[in-house]
């Protein structure tokens, strides 16, 4: 088993639509929670971050954190097309960096007009 | 504000050629610096960290190595350049204690042929 996993799409949505974004981890020590956005050849984008479990929404993306069930995820209202990009999830297991850091593999997601 | 350049954003090698990319940082002092290479539609992979001035830790054993000579300069190095390390190479940087807070460079697109 992976130590995080993402369901690699890609994903199709409409325009408005509300996306649901998620990755599931096995290390139990995972405390902090990113969501980075990456457009095609570009560097990624920190969008947001969580510690422990929990909502966190900044506009209209939604960070949501189960450790109960070793579960994440990502939900996007009102998508629009410059939305659609790849959306890696990452974890850590401290504040500073450790052994304890991963990358998801990302998930594309492709909002169409 | 903080920005983080990398040069090239392109670059062609062959095979057995030298390699050295180049990442700065303004408008942060004593940042953590990071090095990852993405493979096509895979996630990253963090090659080499560092937390100050000479001090370089390595994830991975290959091909690579790193150097920090300034406080917000980071280069990555190859002697030798195999097939294997083409790939996009990004530098992120953090604030000490905060790794899971980075940000990322617009990154190096690598083929080596």
């Known amino acids: 088993q992976k130590e995080v996993e993402q369901d690699p799409g890609p994903l199709s949505v409409p325009e408005g639509a509300i996306v649901s974004l998620n990755c599931t981890y096995s290390?139990?020590?995972?405390?902090?929670f990113m969501w980075y956005r990456q457009y095609s050849r570009k560097g990624p984008e920190l969008l947001m971050y969580?510690?422990?479990?929990g909502n966190k929404e900044d506009g209209r993306f939604t960070a949501q954190v189960d450790k109960s069930s070793k579960y994440i995820s990502l939900f996007i209202r009102d998508s629009q097309p410059s939305d659609s990009a790849t959306y890696l999830c990452?974890?850590?297991?401290?504040?500073?960096?450790?052994?304890?850091?991963?990358f998801g593999p990302g998930t594309r997601l492709s909002v169409l007009p | 504000s903080q920005t983080i350049h990398q040069w090239p954003a392109t670059l062609v090698q062959p095979v057995g050629s030298p390699l050295s990319l180049e990442c700065t940082v303004e408008?942060?002092?004593?940042?953590?610096l990071y090095w990852y290479r993405q493979a096509a539609g895979r996630g990253l992979q963090l090659l080499f960290y560092s937390v100050g001035i000479g001090q370089i830790s390595s994830e991975v054993p290959q091909n690579l190595s790193a150097s920090r000579p300034q406080d917000r300069q980071f280069i990555l190095s190859s002697k030798k350049l195999l097939l294997s390390d083409s790939g996009f190479y990004l530098c992120?940087?953090?604030?000490?204690?905060?790794?899971?807070?980075?940000?990322f460079g617009p990154g190096t697109r690598l083929t080596v042929t």
């Open positions: 969580t510690y422990s479990s």
């Open positions: 992120a940087w953090s604030v000490t204690g905060r790794a899971y807070e980075q940000y």
């Open positions: 290390n139990s020590a995972f405390q902090y």
């Open positions: 990452a974890m850590s297991a401290t504040r500073g960096y450790g052994q304890n850091f991963v």
């Open positions: 408008g942060t002092s004593n940042p953590n």
